[in-house]
């Protein structure tokens, strides 16, 4: 989880499970970023960060589904690895 996910998340409040479950698909998110210009990546990164956040306070925990809304915003098809 990077500091910029951190910020946005100080307004918000959730369990240590959640938070979990929220770095895990930041992390799983990120990944599917490889190759993508640094700069986009960066402003990417915020983009990931507060659908993750939106679609947890709405009641979602499940990192994959965590992973693919954010994703499903950006275009990107996310299929979770066994």
Known sequence: MTASMVRIMSRYV?????TK?????YDAAYKELDGVDRR???LLKEVIAKRIIEAATTGERDPNRLCAKAL?????????KP
């Open 14 to 18: 959730f369990d240590a499970a959640t």
């Open 21 to 25: 479950a929220m770095g895990d698909a």
């Open 40 to 42: 986009q990546a960066f």
């Open 72 to 80: 499903d915003t950006l275009g990107i098809e996310f299929i979770a």
